[in-house]
C-alpha cells in the first residue's frame, strides 16, 4: 500500500511539473497588466496597437505605377514638416541607407520613404537625394500632415516611422536614434515575420 501511495505522488508531482508552465502562461495572458512597465527589447517606440493606414493617404498627388513597387514590403518613413531638410535630416536619410545595407540578405524587403514638405512651404530643400537611388521621395501637404497626426499624434520633425507589409504603423523612432538599436529592431522583426 505505502508503495501504491509512492508511485500517485510521483504521478501528481510529475504532472504539476509539466502543467506549471501552462498555468503560468495562462495566469500571465489573462493578466496583461502585470507585463506593463516592464523593459522591453526593442529601442523604437512601439505603437500599441498598431496603426492601420496606406500610403497613398500621405502623399499629395499619388500615382498607382510609384507606389506599386512598395506595396507588401515593410516601410520607413522620413518625416518633414519645414521643408528644410537640415544637416542633422540629411544625415538620419544618410545612416538609414547603410543600416538598410546593413541588413544584407533582408534589404530588399525593407524600402525607404521621404515625405517632402519643400513644394507645399514654397522653400527650396538643401538636401538633393538624387544620388540616393533607393530613397523613394514624396511630396506631401497640410491636409496629408494632419491625416498622419490624427493616427500617430505627436510625431516631429525630423522623425521616422515604421510600416509593417500590411500598412501597420507599428514603431517610431527620433531623427537621432542610435541606428545599432533600429537595426536590432529591425533584424528582429525581419526573423519574426514571414511576410513583406
Not at 3 to 19: D, G, Q
Not at 21 to 36: D, G, I, R
Request: hydrophobic share 40%.
Amino acid at each position: 500500500m505505502e508503495s501504491l501511495t509512492k508511485n500517485r505522488l510521483k504521478l501528481v508531482f510529475i504532472t504539476l511539473l509539466f502543467a506549471l508552465p501552462v498555468m503560468s502562461a495562462w495566469f500571465v495572458y489573462k493578466n496583461p497588466q502585470l507585463l506593463e512597465g516592464a523593459k522591453t527589447k526593442n529601442y523604437g517606440e512601439l505603437i500599441s496597437p498598431a496603426v492601420p493606414s496606406l500610403l497613398e493617404d500621405f502623399i499629395s498627388n499619388p500615382e498607382q505605377e510609384q507606389l506599386e513597387h512598395l506595396k507588401g514590403r515593410w516601410l520607413m518613413l522620413h518625416i518633414d514638416l519645414d521643408g528644410r531638410c537640415n544637416d542633422e535630416c540629411a544625415k538620419s536619410v544618410h545612416t538609414m541607407r547603410q543600416l538598410n545595407v546593413l541588413l544584407n540578405k533582408d534589404s530588399d524587403r525593407l524600402k525607404r520613404v521621404y515625405l517632402d514638405m519643400s513644394k507645399a512651404a514654397g522653400v527650396e530643400s538643401r538636401s538633393d537625394f538624387s544620388t540616393d537611388k533607393d530613397l523613394n521621395v514624396f511630396n506631401w501637404a497640410k491636409p496629408q500632415i494632419d491625416k498622419l497626426q490624427g493616427l500617430v499624434p505627436g510625431f516631429v520633425d525630423g522623425d521616422i516611422l515604421l510600416l509593417d507589409p500590411l500598412g501597420n504603423i507599428m514603431m517610431k523612432y527620433q531623427q537621432a536614434a542610435d541606428p545599432y538599436g533600429v537595426q536590432k529592431d529591425l533584424k528582429l522583426l525581419l526573423k519574426a515575420s514571414q511576410i513583406g
